[in-house]
């Protein structure tokens, strides 16, 4: 049972890089989000996806951007990395009741 | 969907009942009341959720007051294992019609020996 596999799970990155965050699903869930997660500011929304095709604005979502070309996958990109990037990236999916599905998470640190 | 307010920390004898409060006075008509934790690094964990009537699983009881401003997620009897992070959300269950799902920063529970 795989349910949300992100990749990879540790990066270090040169500021000014591109780097994606990749994340699949395979319980074929039509939503999925991503969240990064900052010591004592909790989960903040970056981006999410109701459906193939669409995907909307979170909380966050200045120098990040993502694609859902399909329903499987959800990846996350930096275009150029900063510092105040450096993070923790979870990603998710949510059922037909509701619940969501989080994967073990990326940890991006940004030099 | 509606915002969450909730305390920052609180503090629970092992063994006791730990009540974690959540008011959500904004919460419209078809907004369903989830709760979560995260126990360390780990993904978020689902524990239960409710529209308006009380709720009870094997991992936790949910009392939403009758305006449904505010709900409290009781874990019966807390265990060491109890100490998260736990979050508490308004969300239309309908997801294909949008919501965000914003976490806010949750309830830091220390469950003490």
């Known amino acids: 049972i795989a349910g949300i596999t992100q990749a990879p799970t540790s990066q270090i990155l040169a500021a000014g890089r591109r780097m994606t965050l990749r994340c699949t699903q395979d319980m074929r869930h039509n939503a999925m989000y991503w969240y990064r997660q900052d010591l004592g500011l909790g989960l903040r929304l970056i981006h999410y996806?109701?459906?193939?095709?669409?995907?909307g604005k979170g909380e966050v979502p200045d120098g990040y951007s993502v694609s859902r070309a399909n329903t499987d996958d959800f990846p996350l990109t930096l275009a150029s990395a900063v510092p105040s990037q450096t993070s923790v990236y979870f990603c998710?999916?949510?059922?037909?009741?509701?619940?969501?599905?989080f994967g073990e998470g990326s940890r991006l640190t940004v030099l | 969907d509606a915002k969450t307010t909730q305390p920052p920390s609180m503090d629970c004898a092992e063994g006791r009942a730990a009540n974690l409060p959540c008011n959500h006075s904004?919460?419209?008509?078809?907004?369903?009341v989830y709760w979560y934790r995260q126990i360390h690094s780990q993904g978020p964990q689902y524990i239960i959720h409710?529209?308006?009537n009380n709720e009870t699983n094997e991992m936790a009881s949910l009392i939403i007051t009758e305006d449904r401003k505010s709900s409290t997620l009781i874990l019966p009897h807390a265990t060491l294992r109890d100490t998260a992070v736990y979050y508490c959300?308004?969300?239309?269950?309908?997801?294909?019609?949008?919501?965000?799902?914003?976490f806010g920063q949750g309830t830091e529970l220390s469950v003490k020996p």
């Open positions: 959300i308004a969300s239309d269950e309908v997801y294909n019609q949008g919501g965000k799902l914003i």
């Open positions: 409710g529209l308006k």
């Open positions: 904004t919460i419209s008509g078809n907004e369903y």
């Open positions: 996806s109701n459906t193939a095709g669409t995907t």
């Open positions: 998710a999916s949510r059922d037909r009741a509701g619940e969501l599905f």
